[in-house]
């Protein structure tokens, strides 16, 4: 079983910065592909960036490349997110995801994540 707690949320005006923390419980994270998805009142759930286990990356280039970084720890079990150059879109709640053990691979689809933490608002003010 893995447990997920966000942190980091909070209200920024435009053009600031928020770094998000995931911090993962639990056994064999290096083996696991995290993720970040976001939740904005009316819409559905979107994939904003993941990381493979050894380090790579993937953005929802759309709307989050070029301003957002996601990185991880293997050695604290945490990931994060860090946000720059914030947008009044960029408000919703972001949740971090974890795939099972031994799936390693990032992936945009939240079907494949199989642990999630409860969530941390993000709202950023015009």
């Known amino acids: 079983q893995v447990q997920l707690v966000e942190s980091g949320g909070g209200l920024v005006q435009a053009g600031g910065s928020l770094r998000l923390s995931c911090a993962a419980s639990?056994?064999?994270?290096?083996?696991?592909?995290m993720g970040w998805f976001r939740q904005a009142p009316g819409k559905e759930r979107e994939f904003v960036a993941a990381?493979?286990?050894?380090?790579?990356?993937?953005y929802n280039g759309d709307s989050v490349k070029g301003r957002f970084t996601i990185s991880r720890d293997n050695a604290r079990n945490t990931v994060t997110l860090q946000m720059n150059s914030l947008k009044p879109e960029d408000t919703a709640v972001y949740y971090c995801a974890a795939r099972p053990s031994g799936g390693s691979q990032y992936t945009i689809f939240s079907a494949r994540y199989d642990y999630w933490g409860q969530g941390t608002q993000v709202t950023v003010s015009s």
């Open positions: 639990g056994r064999a994270f290096s083996t696991r592909a």
């Open positions: 990381i493979s286990g050894s380090g790579a990356t993937l």
